[in-house]
């Protein structure tokens, strides 16, 4: 029987806070609210100013609140790949039950065995389990039922630095908001964006956003390396609008009316007036013209991304790239990139209504992942609401009012790691 659960995903973005709340439905996703504002505080994918990009999640919730009439109360959470460390660890524990059949309880314990490996200044993201072994039995995918005396799990240990997931976590607290997962974006995101097949033959997931590129590597069906690189399409504005002498505002915006990444392919004789910043005149530039400065760019950053998977030890993808993110709107990346990157690419867009767009690529994970992962642990999706709104209290008091529910919820939950991470910070 088809079940349907709620989800808030949020990702404070370079450019924009994106919220997004979603009915799942099996593998379907309905989207049903969207929050997206311009970010503040936030420069190359790190937070730079608490207070205000506080200011920008709040603005992108209640923006998302107001389609929906309800106030958002819990979210899954984002964190991305900038100092993000992937190691491969194994867990053993011995199996509890009398009759040996493994429980919840063993997968959960073998779960934990595996944090020791955690380095000391690092901060737990997600423990990605590969497969796990009964006995001698191993590539089990779900041991419960199961019967055996020793229960082992290879798997994935994926760790940040702490400083950077206190500050995530100060400013998603600071917003009245409580966090019901963490997900590394793009191991949500690739997981998705990629088909099975690419992921097992080797494939690179790289979403290019505003100020940063996340660079993911997938191989024998796991993510095999995340990292991300300081460039984005921000880089691209500020030299349209120094070379083009025009507001970074001007810039963006031709960039996004008339921006073409592949110079072959430009046009000639699509001609755009631009003014130039301070003065009252206009200057006259072709889509070929813009598109020479926009390729060298992209180029660079492509040339970055060749480095980046280089430097983590990749040499070979049969799968080719699957590009996302913002920048991947932009007309001709696909035909730069094969030709910088020498592989077959594709680009990925989200291919549901309201968020058929690159950009919305780690929202829509981080909703779906949640919903995976609810699933293999048997999690029923609770509400990730409050109360209906009253729009103008709401809007007033809504830090306040989700105090209070939290602590009401802390007594309900039973095992949950966020909270436990939360708590820690915040205690
Ligand atoms: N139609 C378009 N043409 C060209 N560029 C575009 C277009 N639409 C969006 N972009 C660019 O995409 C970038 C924003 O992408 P995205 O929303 O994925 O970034 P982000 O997630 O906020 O930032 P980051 O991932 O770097 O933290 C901006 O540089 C924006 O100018
Ligand atoms: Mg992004």
Redesign the pocket.
């Known amino acids: 029987m088809s079940q349907t659960d709620m989800y808030v995903s949020l990702?404070?973005?370079?450019?924009?806070?994106?919220v997004l709340i979603g009915e799942m439905t099996d593998r379907s996703l309905h989207v049903i609210g969207v929050g997206n504002v311009k970010?503040e505080g936030?420069r190359?994918?790190a937070i730079v100013d608490i207070d205000a990009t506080v200011q920008s999640i709040r603005k992108a919730v209640e923006q998302a609140e107001r389609m929906i009439g309800m106030s958002i109360r819990e979210v899954v959470l984002g964190i991305?790949a900038n100092q993000v460390m992937l190691q491969q660890v194994k867990g053993v524990v011995a199996v509890n039950s009398e009759n040996r059949e493994i429980t919840d309880d063993d997968l959960d314990r073998v779960m934990h065995s595996a944090e020791v490996m955690i380095p000391a200044e690092r901060e737990l993201v997600n423990i990605i389990p590969q497969q796990f072994i009964v006995d001698d039995l191993d590539e089990i995918k779900d041991p419960r039922g199961m019967i055996g005396v020793r229960l082992e799990m290879d798997a994935t240990l994926v760790t940040t630095s702490k400083t950077l997931l206190h500050n995530i976590l100060r400013c998603v607290e600071r917003a009245g908001l409580q966090i019901r997962e963490i997900y590394l974006q793009p191991l949500a995101a690739g997981y998705f964006a990629l088909t099975e097949d690419e992921k097992s033959h080797g494939t690179a997931y790289i979403?290019?956003?505003?100020?940063?590129?996340?660079v993911a590597v997938f191989g024998d069906g796991r993510l095999i390396s995340a990292s991300a690189l300081p460039v984005?399409?921000?880089n691209?504005?500020k030299d349209l609008s120094i070379i083009l002498k025009t507001t970074t505002g001007q810039a963006?915006q031709i960039?996004?009316q008339y921006?073409h990444a592949y110079y072959d392919d430009a046009s000639e004789d699509e001609l755009f007036e631009v003014p130039v910043a301070g003065v009252d005149t206009k200057d006259q530039y072709s889509q070929k013209y813009i598109s020479e400065i926009i390729g060298v760019r992209l180029e660079e950053l492509f040339e970055m991304v060749l480095d980046e998977l280089y430097r983590s030890g990749v040499r070979d993808l049969p799968g080719g790239v699957v590009i996302t993110?913002?920048?991947a709107?932009?007309e001709g990346v696909s035909q730069l990139a094969r030709e910088v990157l020498q592989t077959r690419v594709r680009l990925y867009v989200p291919e549901f209504i309201g968020v058929r767009?690159?950009?919305y690529?780690?929202s829509v994970g981080l909703i779906r992942y949640a919903k995976l992962e609810d699933e293999f642990f048997g999690n029923r999706g609770e509400s990730p609401f409050g109360e209906a709104m009253e729009p103008a209290a709401a809007a007033a008091a809504p830090a306040k009012k989700k105090k209070a529910e939290r602590s009401r919820d802390g007594q309900e939950k039973t095992v949950s790691r966020m909270k436990k991470i939360f708590d820690k910070f915040f205690e």
Not at 11 to 18: A, E, F, L, P, T
Not at 207 to 214: L, R, V, Y
């Open positions: 990702d404070i973005g370079s450019s924009s806070v994106k970010s936030i190359k994918g991305p979403d290019i956003g505003g100020g940063s590129t996340t984005g399409g921000d691209i504005t963006e960039k996004h921006g993110g913002g920048v709107k932009l767009e690159p950009g690529s780690s």
